[in-house]
Protein backbone atom coordinates (compact mmCIF):
# COMPACT_ATOMS: atom_id res chain seq x y z
CA UNK A 1 0.00 0.00 0.00
CA UNK A 2 1.24 3.49 -0.74
CA UNK A 3 1.22 5.15 2.59
CA UNK A 4 3.44 8.42 0.90
CA UNK A 5 1.45 11.91 1.68
CA UNK A 6 3.37 14.30 -0.34
CA UNK A 7 2.01 16.63 -2.34
CA UNK A 8 1.20 14.21 -5.82
CA UNK A 9 -0.74 12.13 -3.64
CA UNK A 10 -2.86 14.61 -2.03
CA UNK A 11 -6.28 15.48 -3.41
CA UNK A 12 -7.04 19.02 -4.83
CA UNK A 13 -8.05 20.92 -1.63
CA UNK A 14 -4.48 20.14 -0.44
CA UNK A 15 -2.24 20.66 -3.34
CA UNK A 16 -4.17 24.18 -3.47
CA UNK A 17 -3.42 24.25 0.23
CA UNK A 18 0.12 23.79 -0.15
CA UNK A 19 0.69 26.20 -3.02
CA UNK A 20 -1.45 28.82 -1.13
CA UNK A 21 1.83 28.27 2.00
CA UNK A 22 4.37 28.25 -0.59
CA UNK A 23 3.34 31.78 -2.09
CA UNK A 24 2.69 33.13 1.39
CA UNK A 25 6.37 32.06 2.97
CA UNK A 26 7.84 33.58 -0.21
CA UNK A 27 5.80 36.51 0.45
CA UNK A 28 6.37 36.93 4.23
CA UNK A 29 10.20 36.18 3.34
CA UNK A 30 10.40 38.97 1.01
CA UNK A 31 8.51 41.57 3.39
CA UNK A 32 5.46 41.66 0.98
CA UNK A 33 1.53 41.18 1.70
CA UNK A 34 0.79 37.75 0.53
CA UNK A 35 -2.59 38.82 -0.04
CA UNK A 36 -0.92 41.19 -3.08
CA UNK A 37 0.10 37.69 -4.58
CA UNK A 38 -3.17 36.77 -6.63
CA UNK A 39 -2.80 32.66 -7.54
CA UNK A 40 -3.87 31.65 -11.44
CA UNK A 41 -4.84 27.76 -11.20
CA UNK A 42 -3.69 26.80 -15.06
CA UNK A 43 -6.29 24.09 -15.63
CA UNK A 44 -5.25 23.49 -19.47
CA UNK A 45 -6.00 19.88 -20.24
CA UNK A 46 -7.76 19.27 -16.82
CA UNK A 47 -11.51 18.96 -16.52
CA UNK A 48 -14.16 21.38 -15.71
CA UNK A 49 -14.58 19.21 -12.69
CA UNK A 50 -10.98 19.81 -11.39
CA UNK A 51 -12.27 23.17 -12.03
CA UNK A 52 -15.04 23.34 -10.14
CA UNK A 53 -13.51 21.27 -7.12
CA UNK A 54 -11.32 24.09 -6.54
CA UNK A 55 -13.98 26.45 -7.28
CA UNK A 56 -15.40 24.90 -4.12
CA UNK A 57 -12.39 25.70 -2.07
CA UNK A 58 -12.47 29.02 -3.15
CA UNK A 59 -10.39 28.92 -5.94
CA UNK A 60 -11.35 32.09 -8.43
CA UNK A 61 -9.03 32.55 -10.86
CA UNK A 62 -8.36 30.11 -13.29
CA UNK A 63 -5.76 29.86 -16.92
CA UNK A 64 -6.14 28.52 -20.29
CA UNK A 65 -3.95 28.14 -23.19
CA UNK A 66 -5.98 26.56 -25.92
CA UNK A 67 -9.28 28.69 -27.30
CA UNK A 68 -10.93 25.30 -28.58
CA UNK A 69 -10.29 23.35 -24.99
CA UNK A 70 -11.40 26.32 -22.96
CA UNK A 71 -14.50 27.53 -24.05
CA UNK A 72 -16.39 24.21 -23.87
CA UNK A 73 -14.86 24.07 -20.07
CA UNK A 74 -15.62 28.25 -19.57
CA UNK A 75 -19.51 28.01 -20.76
CA UNK A 76 -20.05 24.52 -18.76
CA UNK A 77 -19.02 26.29 -15.54
CA UNK A 78 -20.17 30.07 -16.16
CA UNK A 79 -24.07 29.29 -14.63
CA UNK A 80 -22.91 27.82 -11.65
CA UNK A 81 -19.98 29.59 -11.10
CA UNK A 82 -20.80 32.74 -12.65
CA UNK A 83 -17.48 34.83 -10.30
CA UNK A 84 -15.05 32.93 -11.79
CA UNK A 85 -12.32 34.67 -13.48
CA UNK A 86 -10.60 33.57 -16.40
CA UNK A 87 -7.35 34.38 -18.03
CA UNK A 88 -6.05 33.55 -21.73
CA UNK A 89 -1.89 32.79 -20.96
CA UNK A 90 -1.50 30.82 -24.42
CA UNK A 91 -0.61 31.47 -27.79
CA UNK A 92 -2.84 33.87 -29.46
CA UNK A 93 -3.78 33.19 -32.90
CA UNK A 94 -5.42 35.62 -35.25
CA UNK A 95 -8.44 33.64 -36.07
CA UNK A 96 -8.88 33.22 -32.33
CA UNK A 97 -9.14 36.95 -30.55
CA UNK A 98 -12.96 36.69 -31.12
CA UNK A 99 -13.42 33.65 -28.96
CA UNK A 100 -10.74 34.72 -26.70
CA UNK A 101 -12.13 38.51 -26.80
CA UNK A 102 -16.06 37.62 -25.69
CA UNK A 103 -15.38 34.69 -23.54
CA UNK A 104 -11.69 36.10 -21.23
CA UNK A 105 -11.59 38.26 -18.63
CA UNK A 106 -7.57 38.85 -19.02
CA UNK A 107 -5.03 37.81 -21.37
CA UNK A 108 -1.58 37.75 -20.71
CA UNK A 109 0.14 36.73 -23.60
CA UNK A 110 -0.18 39.63 -26.26
CA UNK A 111 3.03 40.61 -28.31
CA UNK A 112 1.67 42.39 -31.02
CA UNK A 113 -0.02 45.15 -32.01
CA UNK A 114 -2.25 44.08 -34.29
CA UNK A 115 -3.56 41.41 -32.13
CA UNK A 116 -4.29 43.81 -29.37
CA UNK A 117 -6.01 45.87 -31.97
CA UNK A 118 -8.39 42.83 -32.87
CA UNK A 119 -9.36 42.00 -29.43
CA UNK A 120 -10.13 45.73 -28.60
CA UNK A 121 -12.57 45.92 -31.64
CA UNK A 122 -13.94 42.22 -30.91
CA UNK A 123 -14.78 42.61 -27.14
CA UNK A 124 -18.29 43.32 -26.91
CA UNK A 125 -20.02 45.66 -24.82
CA UNK A 126 -21.80 43.18 -22.67
CA UNK A 127 -22.19 39.72 -21.89
CA UNK A 128 -25.65 37.71 -20.84
CA UNK A 129 -27.27 40.90 -20.52
CA UNK A 130 -23.98 42.83 -18.69
CA UNK A 131 -21.75 45.10 -19.03
CA UNK A 132 -18.98 44.12 -19.26
CA UNK A 133 -15.30 45.92 -18.71
CA UNK A 134 -12.64 46.08 -21.19
CA UNK A 135 -10.23 42.85 -21.53
CA UNK A 136 -7.49 43.25 -18.92
CA UNK A 137 -4.34 42.37 -20.65
CA UNK A 138 -0.49 41.70 -20.12
CA UNK A 139 2.10 41.98 -22.26
CA UNK A 140 4.33 39.15 -22.90
CA UNK A 141 7.95 39.53 -23.15
CA UNK A 142 10.70 37.74 -24.47
CA UNK A 143 13.07 37.59 -21.17
CA UNK A 144 15.12 35.55 -22.23
CA UNK A 145 15.68 36.35 -25.62
CA UNK A 146 15.22 32.65 -27.04
CA UNK A 147 13.97 32.68 -30.25
CA UNK A 148 11.60 30.09 -30.09
CA UNK A 149 9.55 31.81 -27.18
CA UNK A 150 7.11 33.94 -27.83
CA UNK A 151 7.29 37.75 -26.79
CA UNK A 152 7.96 40.75 -27.60
CA UNK A 153 11.47 41.77 -27.71
CA UNK A 154 12.52 44.50 -24.72
CA UNK A 155 13.62 46.96 -27.06
CA UNK A 156 10.41 46.97 -28.73
CA UNK A 157 8.25 46.71 -25.32
CA UNK A 158 7.60 50.60 -24.86
CA UNK A 159 6.28 51.31 -28.53
CA UNK A 160 4.32 48.45 -28.14
CA UNK A 161 3.16 49.59 -24.46
CA UNK A 162 2.33 53.13 -26.10
CA UNK A 163 0.45 51.72 -28.78
CA UNK A 164 -1.77 48.56 -26.65
CA UNK A 165 -2.97 51.62 -23.78
CA UNK A 166 -4.55 53.67 -26.28
CA UNK A 167 -6.96 51.06 -27.04
CA UNK A 168 -10.27 51.47 -25.95
CA UNK A 169 -11.32 48.23 -24.80
CA UNK A 170 -8.20 46.94 -23.43
CA UNK A 171 -6.73 48.07 -20.04
CA UNK A 172 -2.83 47.81 -20.04
CA UNK A 173 -2.74 46.17 -16.80
CA UNK A 174 1.35 44.43 -16.83
CA UNK A 175 3.83 42.59 -18.26
CA UNK A 176 3.93 38.58 -18.30
CA UNK A 177 6.71 36.18 -18.91
CA UNK A 178 7.67 32.33 -19.22
CA UNK A 179 11.41 32.84 -19.13
CA UNK A 180 14.24 29.37 -19.94
CA UNK A 181 13.84 27.09 -16.90
CA UNK A 182 16.77 27.27 -14.65
CA UNK A 183 17.97 25.39 -11.32
CA UNK A 184 18.19 27.43 -8.51
CA UNK A 185 16.58 30.32 -6.92
CA UNK A 186 19.23 32.82 -7.29
CA UNK A 187 18.77 31.41 -11.44
CA UNK A 188 15.85 31.86 -11.65
CA UNK A 189 14.96 34.90 -10.11
CA UNK A 190 17.50 36.96 -12.50
CA UNK A 191 14.67 37.03 -15.48
CA UNK A 192 11.91 37.75 -12.80
CA UNK A 193 13.83 41.03 -11.91
CA UNK A 194 14.40 41.80 -15.24
CA UNK A 195 10.96 41.52 -15.67
CA UNK A 196 10.55 44.14 -13.01
CA UNK A 197 12.76 46.24 -13.90
CA UNK A 198 11.16 46.99 -17.22
CA UNK A 199 8.23 47.40 -15.71
CA UNK A 200 9.02 49.87 -13.78
CA UNK A 201 10.19 51.96 -16.62
CA UNK A 202 7.09 51.73 -18.31
CA UNK A 203 5.32 52.94 -15.00
CA UNK A 204 7.91 55.51 -15.11
CA UNK A 205 7.12 56.90 -18.70
CA UNK A 206 3.59 57.37 -17.60
CA UNK A 207 1.96 54.27 -17.68
CA UNK A 208 0.15 52.64 -14.37
CA UNK A 209 0.71 49.33 -15.14
CA UNK A 210 0.13 47.20 -11.38
CA UNK A 211 0.42 43.34 -12.32
CA UNK A 212 3.66 41.08 -13.18
CA UNK A 213 1.98 37.61 -14.11
CA UNK A 214 5.36 35.60 -13.30
CA UNK A 215 6.34 32.01 -11.88
CA UNK A 216 4.76 28.87 -12.42
CA UNK A 217 5.48 25.57 -10.07
CA UNK A 218 8.69 25.17 -10.24
CA UNK A 219 9.74 28.49 -9.49
CA UNK A 220 6.96 29.97 -8.12
CA UNK A 221 9.19 31.50 -4.74
CA UNK A 222 11.66 33.22 -7.27
CA UNK A 223 8.93 35.08 -8.90
CA UNK A 224 7.14 35.96 -5.69
CA UNK A 225 10.34 37.08 -4.28
CA UNK A 226 10.99 40.09 -7.53
CA UNK A 227 8.08 40.97 -6.94
CA UNK A 228 5.18 39.01 -8.75
CA UNK A 229 1.56 39.84 -8.53
CA UNK A 230 0.04 36.94 -10.06
CA UNK A 231 1.50 33.75 -10.24
CA UNK A 232 0.02 30.91 -13.18
CA UNK A 233 0.24 27.11 -11.32
CA UNK A 234 -0.41 23.98 -13.03
CA UNK A 235 1.06 20.94 -12.16
CA UNK A 236 1.52 21.62 -8.25
CA UNK A 237 -2.46 22.07 -8.31
CA UNK A 238 -3.83 19.05 -10.80
CA UNK A 239 -0.77 17.16 -11.10
CA UNK A 240 1.64 16.39 -14.22
CA UNK A 241 -0.41 16.77 -17.68
CA UNK A 242 -0.42 13.88 -20.26
CA UNK A 243 1.33 15.56 -23.21
CA UNK A 244 -0.84 17.00 -25.36
CA UNK A 245 -2.17 15.36 -28.60
CA UNK A 246 -0.72 16.93 -32.06
C1 LIG B 1 1.24 25.62 -18.52
C2 LIG B 1 1.57 27.02 -18.18
C3 LIG B 1 1.73 27.43 -16.85
C4 LIG B 1 1.70 26.46 -15.67
O1 LIG B 1 2.81 25.65 -15.70
P1 LIG B 1 3.13 24.61 -14.47
O2 LIG B 1 4.58 24.36 -14.61
O3 LIG B 1 2.29 23.42 -14.72
O4 LIG B 1 2.78 25.29 -13.22
C5 LIG B 1 1.95 28.77 -16.61
N1 LIG B 1 2.01 29.67 -17.59
C6 LIG B 1 1.87 29.33 -18.88
C7 LIG B 1 1.95 30.38 -19.93
C8 LIG B 1 1.65 28.00 -19.22
O5 LIG B 1 1.53 27.66 -20.51
Known amino acids: MNTRSDASDAGLPE ?31 FAAQAVEELAACGQDEFGENYVQEALPKISALRGR ?3 LCWHFIGPLQGNKTRDVACHFDWVH ?12 AQRPAERDGHALP ?11 GESSKR ?32 QGLEAQR ?7 ALQQQLVELGLPLDTLSMG ?17 VG ?3 FGQRAPRPA
Open 15 to 45: RLRQVRLRIAQAARAAGRDPAAVRLLAVSKT
Open 81 to 83: WPA
Open 109 to 120: SIDRIDLARRLS
Open 134 to 144: PLQVCLQVNIS
Open 151 to 182: GVAPEQLPELARQVAGLPALRLRGLMCLPAPA
Open 190 to 196: EPFARLR
Open 216 to 232: MSADLEAAVLEGATMVR
Open 235 to 237: SAL
